[in-house]
């Protein structure tokens, strides 16, 4: 079956950096466009990257410039470089794809950023 494990997430003062990774299995990682979505408390899960199985991306207007999401599919692991954070980026931090129409979620990452 599907499954997504995030990993990376932590305490960072803000304009700090994180590297967030998210490991997938029971599908073909390769042919599947992979998703970085984000939650903050009180407020509605909103769409961060996207990384097609062709490496072409896309950022949502907040973030670009500052965040990057990469893929390794040696490794099936897919991942969101970011940079200078700011504290209304505190949020849980999710992984997505998306197989034969059925939407797959990861249990997320907490990142909090607070001096």
């Known amino acids: 079956q599907v499954r997504l494990v995030e990993s990376g997430g932590g305490l960072v003062q803000p304009g700090g950096s994180l590297r967030l990774s998210c490991a997938a299995s029971?599908?073909?990682?390769?042919?599947?466009?992979m998703y970085w979505h984000r939650q903050a408390p009180g407020q509605e899960r909103e769409y961060v990257a996207l990384i097609t199985s062709t490496g072409c991306t896309n950022y949502a207007d907040s973030v670009k410039g500052r965040f990057t999401i990469s893929r390794d599919n040696a490794k099936n692991t897919v991942y969101l470089q970011m940079n200078n954070l700011n504290p209304e980026e505190t949020a849980v931090y999710y992984c997505?794809?998306?197989?034969?129409?059925?939407?797959?979620w990861g249990q997320g990452t907490q990142v909090t950023v607070s001096s």
């Open positions: 997505k794809t998306v197989r034969l129409g059925a939407t797959y």
């Open positions: 029971g599908f073909t990682f390769s042919s599947a466009a």
